[in-house]
């Protein structure tokens, strides 16, 4: 090690959500104290630029804390005391108060006005960088040092540090991009924690439509999904598709999870598949006529399996039975699969014609655990305290953020857990960091 150590009363680790805002609360509380903010990537905040679309889905507007609570599963009963001292309400006004108001919108999701998540970069690193807060950009934190039931510094890529208290906040492991790699996943397994392993981020996407549950058990192979955001293409895939009992899965869906993920973020996301994926849209036009031509008494349903993939059929024709379009007359559209074939209509044969091509849906969320990016995994909660955030096995340990073991949905609710646990780990750290 080139330099003697150096000695902080607090050090943060990550410079992340939650680690900006635990090292400016514990500035706050405690302006006499040295700390030390590391952060390993070259600017504060990686991963906070990305979210929400690049739009910073900041929180939830629900201001009835036992309501979103409610959220946060298993971690429900845990975060009481926590949002007693930084609530949604304390989110809003934090922010508001620095000249960022905020806006909500649909499933009470609250954006910046400004809609830029770099706007709300902004605010957090002018609460670090305001203070007497020492920050250390491309530093990589390599080991936590202990000293019996106490932390007593951590070593970085640069230097070794004493301290007397430490805050971890180095996220989980999604977007390893951003810096977030998981690193203290084993320093705290080697400090005798407990670490959840955070489930994967790939996996099987939930539907809306209810025709769905008719196709459960059906694979499609060979079949074109494309997936829109707001009406908007975004991307498409070719492969396997198997329809579940609540969506969809099989490898293409599974390796697509994650950028529906993104999208589900921010957006409304729906996907149309292409049955025909190998012929365009006049070509299976003219297929269809041709085969209707040549089976003018056969009853409709009894020619969709000549026409779609085997075991589609009860789907089509529930989407078709349902089917809310117009036709010429301006009436609403519902085409019987008990019809014969030279009864059915040409606008109802362009109706199961862009079907084939296009069967729309709509993407609720991924499987399991609505549309997570990182939605569990970390520390369990038994093993740090309520009202601190401190850990149970080191009193002078506080943990925060995406490496707690707390399972959210999208929707605000990842970022109000780290303004949230960050403010109380602060707080207190601040409080106690002469330990
Ligand atoms: C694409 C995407 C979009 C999202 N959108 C939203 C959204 O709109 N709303 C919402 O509520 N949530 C959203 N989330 C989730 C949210 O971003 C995270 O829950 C939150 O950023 C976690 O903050 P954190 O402070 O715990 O960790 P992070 O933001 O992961 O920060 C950890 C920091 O620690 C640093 N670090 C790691 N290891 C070391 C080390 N060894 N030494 C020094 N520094 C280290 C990292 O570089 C990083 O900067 C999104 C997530 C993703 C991936």
Not at 183 to 196: A, E, M, P, R, V
Not at 381 to 403: A, C, H, P, V, W
Request: aromatic share 6%; charged share 20%; net charge positive.
């Amino acid at each position: 090690m080139k330099n003697a150590p150096e000695h902080f009363d607090l050090i943060v680790v990550g410079g992340g959500a939650s680690g900006m805002m635990a090292a400016g609360r514990a500035y706050e509380e405690n302006p006499n104290r040295r700390i030390l903010l590391l952060e390993k990537a070259k600017q504060l905040g990686e991963k906070l630029r990305i979210t929400g679309g690049g739009r910073c889905n900041i929180t939830n507007a629900e201001f009835d804390t036992r309501k979103l609570l409610k959220h946060y599963g298993e971690g429900e009963q845990f975060l009481y005391s926590a949002f007693s001292q930084f609530n949604v309400k304390d989110t809003f006004s934090f922010f508001e108060s620095r000249g960022l108001p905020l806006v909500t919108q649909e499933r009470k999701r609250a954006f910046p006005v400004t809609e830029k998540a770099s706007d709300v970069v902004q605010v957090m690193e002018k609460y670090v960088q305001q203070t007497g807060i020492t920050i250390r950009l491309n530093e990589k934190v390599k080991k936590i040092i202990k000293n019996g039931n106490l932390l007593s510094g951590v070593i970085s890529n640069k230097r070794e540090y004493t301290t007397n208290t430490i805050i971890l906040s180095s996220g989980s492991m999604s977007h390893p991009e951003t810096g977030s790699t998981g690193d203290s996943f084993q320093w705290l397994k080697d400090l005798g924690h407990t670490i959840i392993t955070p489930t994967p981020t790939l996996v099987p996407l939930s539907v809306k439509e209810p025709w769905v549950k008719l196709l459960s058990g059906v694979s499609l192979t060979s079949t074109k999904i494309t997936f829109l955001a707001d009406n908007i293409k975004k991307f498409s895939e070719t492969g396997k598709i198997l329809f579940t009992h609540f969506g969809l899965s099989g490898p293409l869906i599974l390796n697509s999870a994650s950028q529906v993920s993104d999208l589900l973020y921010s957006k409304k996301v729906t996907a149309q598949i292409d049955m025909h994926p190998e012929i365009d849209l006049g070509t299976l036009k003219n297929k269809v006529i041709e085969i209707f031509k040549n089976n003018p008494n056969k009853l409709l349903k009894n020619i969709l399996p000549e026409i779609a993939p085997p075991g589609l059929t009860p789907a089509i024709l529930s989407i078709l039975k349902n089917h809310t379009g117009s036709n010429h007359t301006g009436s609403t559209c519902m085409v019987d699969g008990d019809k014969r074939i030279n009864n059915v209509t040409k606008e109802e044969r362009e109706i199961i014609v862009k079907l084939l091509k296009n069967l729309p849906l709509t993407i609720t969320g991924l499987m399991d655990y609505d549309r997570a990016i990182v939605a569990d995994g970390g520390v369990p909660l038994n093993e740090i305290d309520t009202k601190t955030m401190r850990s149970k096995i080191y009193k002078n340990l506080f943990i925060i953020g995406d490496l707690l073991h707390i399972r959210r949905p999208s929707g605000g609710y990842s970022l109000q857990l780290c303004w949230t646990t960050g403010f109380v780990a602060g707080q207190h750290a601040g409080m106690t960091c002469d330990l």
